[in-house]
């Protein structure tokens, strides 16, 4: 599968919880496809004004491209990952979690690359998870043997990266 057909298809599929923007720039850092959800959940007693509590839930996708990724980019990728998530979370009282996804798209890759990958780990709590948490989702998708890898943290959304495949 071509690289703007899966593109063109994930972002059919995302568009319907995630607010999407191509070919974005944030801080430095450039990325094919960017995906938002934000929810707030809270609960009130008798009126609007008297909340009980409140939280929110975050996630952000990252979608880059490129033919031939080597292990050096991959892990600026990841240390990217890191550095943006640092810009995107705002930890408060009302943050439960913010998970961020970072997916690469390749034609060609490789045994090394793979196993980066799926050993790759990035968890973070806030003030003794008082103000949440945050987790990176790191999955590679190899286009040429429609195969998805992941990490431990990614296994819940591979078969939404999976489906453009098919």
Known sequence: ???????????????????????????????????????????????????????????????????????????????????????LIKPNRYHMSTAITGVILTEKSNQAIQQFVEKFKYNKSYMFYLHGWSEIRLLLVDLVNMRVYTNKAGKGVKKVFETPNK
């Open 1 to 87: 599968m071509e690289i703007q057909n899966y593109l063109s298809n994930i972002e059919k599929i995302l568009e319907k919880h995630f607010d999407i923007e191509k070919n974005v720039e944030l801080s430095g850092f450039n990325c094919d496809l960017f995906a938002k959800y934000r929810v707030i959940n809270q609960r009130t007693f008798l009126t609007k004004k008297d909340v009980i509590d409140r939280y929110e839930n975050n996630e952000f996708i990252f979608i880059k491209q490129a033919n031939n990724w080597d292990l050096v980019e991959v892990e600026h990728f990841t240390k990217e990952l890191i550095r943006i998530s640092n810009l």
